[in-house]
């Protein structure tokens, strides 16, 4: 019965839909968000790159390659159930929580815009399903996913409802103005045309189905309104890992008594061999004509393994299949079969449904059980969330060292304590409600300085204590993970043409400093710093030509860490190191500020927008740039008059306009 069940590893999958195109936006939702496994094992489907397998030199690598994309990727979940993990986020991620008026944020989604380098077409690759950002959603559970393509240019029946989802995305985190990585995903959406009948030659088009908004129609309500004349009479069964705590389920009722399925079949949620229903419920699935069932031990093996004892992965798949021998129509997605789920005004949930091709008669994925068996406590999915919620919100510009935090939760606040890993930092005084308030300077500093190491605080709230995720912005700003690069390695660094030359320095680099591997070595500087002159001009120029490639593209972001960033690669990282004495000889260092300068001005001159937009970074790099004139004076001193002349004389021809570094 398993080979009936279709099978795929959900990263490979969603990697194998990307197929190597660029990646524009993503956006992510989630209820259970765990940031440092996200960044570690799911963002890299997004980019078709080799990376390294220590965990810092990864994230390093993925830190380049999301450049592109800055303030363009984001994961929208609930701020009641985020996992802490073993891990947190350092990556240039909006972090943004959405707190529904009732219920849980529950949907699992992944909406990708992508663009063939070739053909410079744009499609949105959306994956609808049960798995939350976490190690045990895309690692180890039993999930369910439906992945679709919907081109720019194409038609489409799940659009409408997909922009509606959207957009209450945003009017529910309207606490964050900036939302770039929606702004880009919907746009990518607004030229497709919308499909007015939902089938085409007798089969049924695909539909986006949510929950959650005011005045939302129920589950069975939305499925009779789409394709209630084919789900009537059909054989029905539902995955669902969680039940309601009830003697009778009143969602799974009502589909029975909408649907008069022929014959049904329902999972039984288990744990360690004990079902997690009331026995009564069990009992009344019976009485209704229904049946229990469990997956194949095949599909439920880890690593495929089948032999006797052998640790089984838990089911958090939700799916309801409704079909005949003729047809298949199939819901999968965040739908539990609970009251919270299936109502329309309880939590925001989302799925999508669809008629699957079949080349044979479908059957019941569900083996029937035939003996009742020993029971537990049900649990829900909600088991543990608010535990640790404190309705506080926290964001850190990393371009301004403003700090600021909102308080979401009905009413003023008490005082909050604020701690990281039991450590006191500050206290917050009273906050008026829905307003972002600026925390001191010095709390600023405080935070700043944590915020290297963690993104998670812990808030205290009189008899309250919770968790609290930290968004960041301005993530040019952001010292770099783990390179310090000395002069030369930027250089060679910048005079590399390729992504993929780029990747694999990174890797190199990052071994040399965190010991050996199997990563390639690391070449050493000649005595001349990459042949002395030659190799200066060269890695300047190839810095001019990637920021005026990235202003004249329109990609502002990733020319700002490179001109004004912290990162190990930034224009400014170079220059403030030019005042050290072990960073080469002086007339090297002199030269590379001239250089420096000579970047800056022709910048400043013919990009003025992008020079005024970040006047932090254009104070940082004029502050570096002013070690020019104590190593002018070096120079003098090291040689005899006649050399203040040269200067005066090579000085303003060099950093002529027309001089400036174009090769």
Not at 61 to 67: D, F, G, K, S, V
Not at 488 to 502: C, G, H
Not at 508 to 533: M, Y
Request: net charge negative; charged share 25%; hydrophobic share 40%.
């Amino acid at each position: 019965m398993s080979e009936g069940i279709p099978r795929a590893v959900l990263t490979e999958a969603l990697r194998a839909q990307i197929n190597g195109r660029e990646v524009l936006a993503a956006v992510f939702c989630t209820f259970r968000f765990d940031p440092g496994f996200f960044e570690r094992e799911i963002l890299p489907a997004l980019f078709d790159i080799q990376l390294h397998q220590d965990p810092q030199i990864r994230r390093v690598q993925l830190e380049e390659a999301l450049r592109p994309l800055a303030g363009r990727v984001a994961v929208y979940y609930d701020p009641g159930a985020l996992v802490t993990g073993d891990g947190t986020a350092c990556l240039d991620v909006g972090r943004i929580p959405v707190r529904p008026r009732t219920g849980y944020f529950h949907p699992k989604n992944a909406f990708i815009l992508v663009r063939n380098p070739s053909t410079q077409e744009r499609s949105l690759v959306v994956l609808t399903g049960s798995a939350n950002l976490t190690q045990a959603g895309w690692w180890e559970n039993v999930e369910c996913a439906h992945l679709e393509e919907i081109a720019e240019s194409g038609r489409s029946r799940t659009v409408p409802e997909m922009q509606r989802f959207l957009q209450y995305l945003r009017t529910t985190a309207k606490n964050f103005e900036s939302q770039a990585a929606l702004d880009d995903v919907q746009g990518g959406l607004r030229t497709v045309q919308p499909m007015a009948h939902r089938t085409a030659k007798g089969r049924l088009h695909p539909h986006f189905l949510f929950n959650g908004r005011r005045g939302a129609q129920s589950l069975v309500d939305q499925l009779d309104a789409v394709a209630g004349q084919w789900l009537r009479h059909a054989d029905l069964e539902v995955l669902s890992p969680y039940l309601d705590d009830a003697d009778a389920s009143l969602p799974l009722e009502a589909l029975i008594d909408r649907f008069q399925p022929r014959r049904w079949r329902v999972l039984l949620p288990e744990e360690s061999g004990l079902a997690r229903c009331r026995p009564k419920l069990y009992e009344w699935v019976l009485e209704r004509g229904g049946e229990w069932g469990r997956l194949p031990k095949a599909v439920l093996a880890r690593g495929g393994k089948q032999a006797t004892g052998a640790a089984q992965r838990t089911v958090h798949a939700k799916v309801y299949r409704f079909f005949t021998k003729d047809w298949e129509i199939t819901l999968v997605g965040s739908f539990n079969l609970t009251g919270p789920a299936h109502s329309g005004g309880g939590n925001v949930e989302s799925g999508l449904l669809s008629e699957v091709p079949v080349d044979r008669p479908p059957q019941f994925w569900l083996e029937a059980i035939e003996e009742p068996p020993p029971f537990a406590q049900p649990a829900g999915e909600d088991d543990g969330v608010d535990q640790g919620y404190v309705p506080l919100l926290a964001r850190y510009d990393w371009a301004s060292g403003q700090a600021e935090v909102l308080w979401d939760g009905a009413g003023d606040t008490p005082a909050l304590q604020v701690y990281d890993r039991g450590v006191h930092l500050f206290e917050i005084g009273p906050l008026q409600r829905a307003v972002w308030t600026a925390l001191t300077a010095d709390d600023a500093v405080i935070l700043r300085e944590r915020l290297r190491e963690t993104s998670f605080l812990t808030v205290v709230a009189d008899d309250r204590r919770g968790i609290v995720l930290v968004h960041e912005s301005g993530m040019a700003h952001r010292p770099s993970i783990l390179l310090d690069l000395s002069p030369a390695d930027i250089l060679r660094y910048w005079s590399m043409l390729t992504a993929e030359q780029r990747n694999a320095y990174l890797a190199a680099r990052g071994e040399a400093l965190r010991g050996p591997g199997e990563g390639l070595p690391v070449e050493s500087s000649p005595d001349t710093i990459f042949d002395r002159f030659a190799g200066i001009f060269h890695g300047f120029a190839s810095l001019g030509r990637a920021v005026r490639d990235a202003l004249d593209d329109d990609r502002v972001e990733e020319a700002r860490f490179r001109m004004f960033g912290a990162k190990y690669d930034s224009l400014p990282v170079l220059v403030e190191q030019m005042a050290n004495e072990t960073a080469g000889d002086p007339l090297d260092r002199y030269l590379m500020v001239l250089c420096a300068r000579q970047l800056a001005d022709h910048v400043r001159r013919h990009f003025p927008g992008f020079w005024a937009s970040d006047p932090v970074g254009v104070s940082r790099l004029a502050e570096g740039l002013s070690v020019q004139a104590v190593l002018r004076e070096q120079l003098i001193a090291r040689n005899d008059a006649e050399m203040a002349e040269f200067l005066d004389w090579y000085e303003p021809r060099f950093l002529d306009e027309t001089a400036v570094a174009t090769a």
